[in-house]
């Protein structure tokens, strides 16, 4: 294609009215062509600005008067309507019609004048306010959309909205525009937003962010990009609270032909409803195609999970690399200036539009200074190390990543704490150790102390590697009694963190010299913090078996393992999800859950036998044998295909069937012969 | 605070109450047609002062929409939402002045290039915004540009309200585009 076709066809391709074999040569054309390019990129620009204008201007003045007084004038017109057309082939009648309304006018204009000067005959202001409000949104009363009608209709309760909020959201902006970005104004409000109390680990600061980006929202005409970052920074589709989930149903009630609000609510659908979510995305972009917003939301939940496609495989359910690729087409066109995809890009396979993409979000991402865009920067890097992006110069991405490095610290004064871990990441990367320690080192915030402790744990776990099982007693004692000592240190750090305080118990269980009430001082402290920070339910079952290795309390033990297996199953819920298909949810994830579970009991069952208390290690024996019972039914619902599994997980749950029933058979054998 | 009302009650009272505007204003009911009056017309008006592109040119024909819009209320019946009928009614309206006139032409010569426009120099030092440059443009590319790209209509519905080929339609997109981007720098 030559650069004049294209320039004929540019306004039909912006406009989708060229049909798809026209509309791919003009893709083709604009990937090799640098000044059409320029030339889309300006007209979209142009596009966007137009789109952003106020739908709305008033007046100088009130032009009711001047209305009012025509009416008036034409008062016998409008009620013999009727018998007018009948008259009006004779222009010598309509001439007459013409020459009295002139007369009244001018009359009324007097009267008009001289009623408006009487307070009483002014409608209620009250009255006019409320009818006016309830006329902003005229569209959404006369005739609510398809979408709309059907989700009001399903609606019947827990709907929450502000009553300060209803009075302003009669103005919400209709956001079918082409708007990409925030004003620099609400950029100012979510930098704001996000600095919030540091001693507060990210899982929870991300609720007490989202609160607050919404309560600004309010506070600032319902701002779209306000609301849609209170639900960004929330880990759909995974633990979003219900809450956030009603807000958005509350004002989708309100305001259900607002396509800004109708995203915004099907986008909390993501997870829970995701059928649903496609569904309302797709019917937004065929009624506002220039809405750029729901073509993100669906490369996101085709792109679902957002790890190597290679990993992905057939579990989840709207995984397509083809659509992805698709909706992140759209949104470029659309949005050409924003580095938003940099989010939703990792899961599309195809190699020339990934690395065509990545550079692209390259020069996009460097020229912004706003911390939602620096925290991009990893998923950055990571994409530009892909095999997807062809042969890769380590030397040169390793130049440009530390050129990155320095620019963003100089940009760190004053970010949240969640900036850190782009350092510490991008640090990691290029295998600076050492400033990766002095970052994680100086700073104070919650996930900054514990990152430190992590860090500091794995650097000296690398230099002082545990001594092997043939050991000596002694040197293992050596060993446990200075990591002790160095654990000292990160507890002092970070005393609330669960990891120091499991490491300093794992240390306990293996120095029996210590005192049993030191051990059992250390445990109670690491059950209640897992207990108050919603602590991963591994650890608990791990803690039970540290309790087993030193024989301690071993009668508390099975609840120990019960309270694991319920946070277990508390987590499966909170990160239930519809985008993976029910064999993922039951497979593998559960089975490892058992597992662990069975490792405790294991260790149990060897604490007594140690202390040769074999009636209790044989109903342990039996408590394992009922979780084998089953996960035996479960392997044979899976093989049957009842629920249908694939065969890289069905095998690893076989193969560790196949462990557990050896191992009970031998321990059984154990206990028969009385060892 | 949460609403002490259930929103679905107050979406139906809405949706009654509007309609029950427009009946009463079709029975010669003049504050409820201020109510609807003041309702559209920021929009109504935003439309006529872009194509327009004069104040007291669009005072005066938004007064005129209103006023028509009140002889013809009779004839609105529901079939589409009251807003597109009225704003449908106002860009016949406006069309219609267009034509009638050779007001409001903007001092950009039809023929000539674009670039070499003093107007557009003129426009690139004062750094003008996209509202400004509007008024610029000829006035059936500003035409074409307002009802496309800003109300989003199809050149089909354009071409029948102006009364001119689809294809003079597109031609005066591309036209008021291509001056908006070179006098806007972009």
Same mark, same amino acid.
Not at chain 1, 15 to 39: G, Y
Not at chain 1, 628 to 643: E, F, T
């Given at each position: 294609m030559k650069c004049e076709d294209f320039v004929q066809r540019m306004d039909d391709y912006l406009d989708s009215a060229l049909p798809e074999n026209e509309q791919k040569t003009i893709d083709a054309h604009l990937t090799e062509c640098d000044h059409c390019r320029r030339q889309i990129r300006s007209t979209q620009a142009l596009l966007c600005q137009a789109a952003a204008l106020p739908k709305t201007i008033e007046p100088d003045h009130d032009l009711w008067p001047a209305v009012k007084a025509n009416i008036q004038a034409s008062g016998m017109r409008h009620r013999s309507i009727t018998e007018l057309a009948r008259l009006r082939w004779n222009w010598r009648v309509a001439a007459v019609l013409v020459a009295i309304a002139a007369l009244m006018l001018a009359a009324m204009i007097v009267f008009t004048n001289h009623r408006e000067s009487r307070p009483n005959s002014e409608p209620d202001p009250t009255v006019r306010r409320n009818v006016r409000e309830e006329l902003q949104a005229p569209k959404a009363k006369l005739a609510p959309s398809s979408i709309s009608k059907q989700i009001t209709e399903e609606t019947t309760n827990g709907a929450i909205a502000s009553e300060n909020s209803s009075a302003r959201l009669g103005q919400v902006k209709d956001s079918t525009s082409c708007e990409c970005e925030p004003s620099a104004e609400t950029l100012g409000v979510i930098e704001n937003a996000l600095l919030v109390d540091e001693s507060l680990p990210s899982s929870r600061s991300v609720e007490v962010v989202s609160d607050r980006l919404f309560a600004r929202a309010l506070e600032n005409n319902d701002d779209f990009f306000l609301l849609k970052t209170s639900l960004d920074v929330l880990p759909f589709p995974y633990r979003v609270p219900e809450s956030v989930r009603a807000r958005f149903k509350g004002l989708h009630i309100q305001y259900p032909d607002n396509a800004g609000i109708t995203y915004l609510y099907s986008y909390t659908l993501f997870g829970t409803s995701t059928p649903e979510m496609i569904r309302l995305m797709k019917q937004l972009i065929a009624e506002n195609p220039s809405f750029p917003w729901p073509n993100l939301a669906l490369a996101k939940a085709y792109g679902f999970p957002n790890m190597p496609v290679d990993m992905s495989s057939s579990g989840y359910i709207y995984n397509d690399p083809n659509k992805i690729q698709t909706h992140i087409r759209a949104f470029m066109k659309l949005c050409p200036q924003s580095p938003e995809?940099?989010?939703?890009?990792?899961?599309?396979?195809?190699?020339?539009?990934? %690395?065509?993409?990545?550079?692209?979000? +390259? /020069?996009?991402?460097?020229? +912004?200074?706003?911390? +939602? %865009?620096?925290?991009?920067?990893?998923?950055?890097?990571?994409?530009?190390?892909?095999? +997807?992006?062809?042969?890769?110069?380590? *030397?040169?991405?390793?130049?440009?990543?530390?050129?990155?490095?320095? $620019?963003? $610290?100089?940009?760190?004064?004053?970010?949240?704490?969640?900036?850190?871990?782009?350092?510490? %990441?991008?640090? $990691?990367? =290029?295998?600076? #150790?050492?400033?990766?320690?002095?970052?994680?080192?100086?700073?104070? !915030?919650?996930?900054?102390? *514990?990152?430190?402790?992590?860090?500091?744990?794995?650097?000296?776990? @690398? *230099?002082?590697?545990?001594?092997? !099982?043939?050991?000596?007693?002694?040197?293992?004692?050596?060993?446990?009694?200075?990591?002790?000592?160095? *654990?000292? /240190?990160? =507890?002092?750090?970070?005393?609330? !963190?669960?990891?120091?305080? #499991?490491?300093?118990?794992? @240390?306990?269980?293996?120095?029996?010299?210590?005192p049993e009430s030191e051990f059992i001082a250390v445990g109670e402290r690491v059950q209640s913090l897992l207990r108050e920070n919603d602590g991963f339910y591994l650890d608990f079952l791990k803690t039970a078996s540290l309790y087993a290795n030193r024989d301690v309390r071993l009668e508390q033990i099975p609840s120990m393992i019960r309270e694991g297996l319920v946070v277990a199953e508390k987590r499966d819920l909170e990160t239930k999800n519809d985008l993976v298909s029910a064999e993922f949810n039951i497979g593998m994830g559960r089975f490892n859950e058992w597992q662990y579970a069975e490792n405790a009991w294991h260790a149990l069952f060897d604490a007594y036998v140690r202390i040769a208390d074999m009636g209790r290690a044989r109903s342990v024996l039996d408590e394992v044998a009922k979780g084998l019972v089953d996960w035996r039914k479960q392997i044979a619902d899976l093989q049957s295909g009842i629920r249908p599994v694939n065969s890289l997980s069905l095998s690893t749950m076989t193969n560790g069937l196949v462990a557990s029933e050896k191992w009970l058979t031998e321990a059984r054998g154990r206990l028969g012969s009385g060892k | 605070m949460v609403s002490s009302r259930p929103l679905m009650e107050k979406a139906g009272y809405l949706e009654k109450d509007a309609w029950d505007l427009i009946a009463d204003a079709q029975s010669g009911n003049q504050a409820a047609f201020e109510e609807i009056y003041r309702t559209h017309v920021g929009r109504v008006y935003a439309i006529c002062l872009r194509i327009l592109a004069d104040r007291s040119w669009a005072d005066d024909v938004a007064q005129q929409i209103f006023f028509r819009a009140w002889i013809k209320l009779h004839s609105f019946r529901g079939e589409s939402s009251f807003s597109s009928w009225l704003y449908r009614l106002a860009i016949n309206m406006i069309m219609g002045e267009l034509k009638s006139t050779n007001r409001g032409n903007a001092p950009v010569p039809e023929n000539e290039h674009i670039i070499s426009s003093p107007h557009v120099e003129f426009a690139h030092n004062l750094k003008l915004d996209l509202e400004k440059a509007i008024t610029l443009l000829p006035k059936q590319a500003r035409a074409v540009f307002v009802l496309h790209d800003l109300e989003g209509w199809k050149h089909v519905e354009i071409a029948e309200a102006m009364g001119v080929a689809v294809g003079t339609c597109r031609a005066q997109l591309a036209r008021a585009r291509g001056i908006l981007r070179e006098v806007l720098g972009s």
């Amino acid at each position: 294609m030559k650069c004049e076709d294209f320039v004929q066809r540019m306004d039909d391709y912006l406009d989708s009215a060229l049909p798809e074999n026209e509309q791919k040569t003009i893709d083709a054309h604009l990937t090799e062509c640098d000044h059409c390019r320029r030339q889309i990129r300006s007209t979209q620009a142009l596009l966007c600005q137009a789109a952003a204008l106020p739908k709305t201007i008033e007046p100088d003045h009130d032009l009711w008067p001047a209305v009012k007084a025509n009416i008036q004038a034409s008062g016998m017109r409008h009620r013999s309507i009727t018998e007018l057309a009948r008259l009006r082939w004779n222009w010598r009648v309509a001439a007459v019609l013409v020459a009295i309304a002139a007369l009244m006018l001018a009359a009324m204009i007097v009267f008009t004048n001289h009623r408006e000067s009487r307070p009483n005959s002014e409608p209620d202001p009250t009255v006019r306010r409320n009818v006016r409000e309830e006329l902003q949104a005229p569209k959404a009363k006369l005739a609510p959309s398809s979408i709309s009608k059907q989700i009001t209709e399903e609606t019947t309760n827990g709907a929450i909205a502000s009553e300060n909020s209803s009075a302003r959201l009669g103005q919400v902006k209709d956001s079918t525009s082409c708007e990409c970005e925030p004003s620099a104004e609400t950029l100012g409000v979510i930098e704001n937003a996000l600095l919030v109390d540091e001693s507060l680990p990210s899982s929870r600061s991300v609720e007490v962010v989202s609160d607050r980006l919404f309560a600004r929202a309010l506070e600032n005409n319902d701002d779209f990009f306000l609301l849609k970052t209170s639900l960004d920074v929330l880990p759909f589709p995974y633990r979003v609270p219900e809450s956030v989930r009603a807000r958005f149903k509350g004002l989708h009630i309100q305001y259900p032909d607002n396509a800004g609000i109708t995203y915004l609510y099907s986008y909390t659908l993501f997870g829970t409803s995701t059928p649903e979510m496609i569904r309302l995305m797709k019917q937004l972009i065929a009624e506002n195609p220039s809405f750029p917003w729901p073509n993100l939301a669906l490369a996101k939940a085709y792109g679902f999970p957002n790890m190597p496609v290679d990993m992905s495989s057939s579990g989840y359910i709207y995984n397509d690399p083809n659509k992805i690729q698709t909706h992140i087409r759209a949104f470029m066109k659309l949005c050409p200036q924003s580095p938003e995809p940099i989010r939703v890009l990792f899961p599309a396979t195809d190699s020339p539009f990934f %690395s065509a993409t990545v550079l692209r979000m +390259r /020069e996009l991402l460097v020229t +912004r200074t706003d911390t +939602r %865009s620096l925290l991009m920067y990893p998923a950055l890097w990571q994409m530009e190390g892909d095999r +997807r992006m062809g042969v890769v110069d380590m *030397n040169e991405l390793r130049r440009r990543l530390s050129a990155d490095l320095k $620019q963003l $610290q100089n940009m760190a004064a004053g970010r949240p704490a969640e900036f850190l871990f782009v350092l510490v %990441s991008g640090y $990691q990367k =290029i295998g600076d #150790m050492g400033t990766v320690r002095a970052l994680v080192a100086k700073d104070g !915030s919650y996930e900054g102390r *514990n990152a430190f402790v992590a860090f500091d744990s794995q650097e000296w776990s @690398a *230099n002082n590697p545990a001594p092997a !099982s043939d050991t000596t007693m002694q040197v293992k004692t050596a060993y446990w009694e200075k990591r002790l000592q160095k *654990n000292d /240190e990160w =507890i002092k750090k970070a005393p609330e !963190s669960t990891f120091a305080w #499991m490491d300093r118990l794992k @240390a306990l269980s293996e120095l029996k010299g210590h005192p049993e009430s030191e051990f059992i001082a250390v445990g109670e402290r690491v059950q209640s913090l897992l207990r108050e920070n919603d602590g991963f339910y591994l650890d608990f079952l791990k803690t039970a078996s540290l309790y087993a290795n030193r024989d301690v309390r071993l009668e508390q033990i099975p609840s120990m393992i019960r309270e694991g297996l319920v946070v277990a199953e508390k987590r499966d819920l909170e990160t239930k999800n519809d985008l993976v298909s029910a064999e993922f949810n039951i497979g593998m994830g559960r089975f490892n859950e058992w597992q662990y579970a069975e490792n405790a009991w294991h260790a149990l069952f060897d604490a007594y036998v140690r202390i040769a208390d074999m009636g209790r290690a044989r109903s342990v024996l039996d408590e394992v044998a009922k979780g084998l019972v089953d996960w035996r039914k479960q392997i044979a619902d899976l093989q049957s295909g009842i629920r249908p599994v694939n065969s890289l997980s069905l095998s690893t749950m076989t193969n560790g069937l196949v462990a557990s029933e050896k191992w009970l058979t031998e321990a059984r054998g154990r206990l028969g012969s009385g060892k | 605070m949460v609403s002490s009302r259930p929103l679905m009650e107050k979406a139906g009272y809405l949706e009654k109450d509007a309609w029950d505007l427009i009946a009463d204003a079709q029975s010669g009911n003049q504050a409820a047609f201020e109510e609807i009056y003041r309702t559209h017309v920021g929009r109504v008006y935003a439309i006529c002062l872009r194509i327009l592109a004069d104040r007291s040119w669009a005072d005066d024909v938004a007064q005129q929409i209103f006023f028509r819009a009140w002889i013809k209320l009779h004839s609105f019946r529901g079939e589409s939402s009251f807003s597109s009928w009225l704003y449908r009614l106002a860009i016949n309206m406006i069309m219609g002045e267009l034509k009638s006139t050779n007001r409001g032409n903007a001092p950009v010569p039809e023929n000539e290039h674009i670039i070499s426009s003093p107007h557009v120099e003129f426009a690139h030092n004062l750094k003008l915004d996209l509202e400004k440059a509007i008024t610029l443009l000829p006035k059936q590319a500003r035409a074409v540009f307002v009802l496309h790209d800003l109300e989003g209509w199809k050149h089909v519905e354009i071409a029948e309200a102006m009364g001119v080929a689809v294809g003079t339609c597109r031609a005066q997109l591309a036209r008021a585009r291509g001056i908006l981007r070179e006098v806007l720098g972009s």
